[in-house]
């Protein structure tokens, strides 16, 4: 797994002996052995044609994720229940992945996030809404974090969110366009 490398990684210090001068390759491990932490930031900023109010409600609500985010193909979650904190579903991924997902904040009209959690994957997503004289800008703003075999994962995920993220905001407010037509 990754480039050939002559020398091995530095090993921690024994005892009283000072640890190896040599630093160590970034992502393996850790001076004492255990998994690192590999985390990933993302953001994203769309202008939609949409007040607030009306990209906030479609926007944070779980049932029609599915027509927006290109990673899905569908999530479990009560028809009848509204967004709200604390509220929790499960999606299924193109990939196979089913994360479980909690709503961490929700300031109507303002800002909504969300943390979710597949193995030894760990994602959160947060949006601020401001209103704009054509509609609202959207910012996304996320991390993506991955311990263990699932760091390379989190790595990868999180090189990729921030342009899908944002193309899946663009189709978004072409849904939110059609509703408001049909």
Known sequence: MGPHVRRGAATAARGRRRPHPRALRRGLRAADRGDVLTSRRFTATVELPHPAEEAFAYLVDPRRRPEWQSSLLSVDVPEDEEPHLGQTWTELTVVGVRPRLEVVEFAPFRSWAERGTWRGVEATLRLRFTGTREGCRVVAEGEVSGAGMYAVAARSSGLLAGRAI???????????????EG
């Open 166 to 180: 944002a193309a899946d905001l663009k189709t978004a407010g072409h849904r939110i366009a059609q509703r408001s």
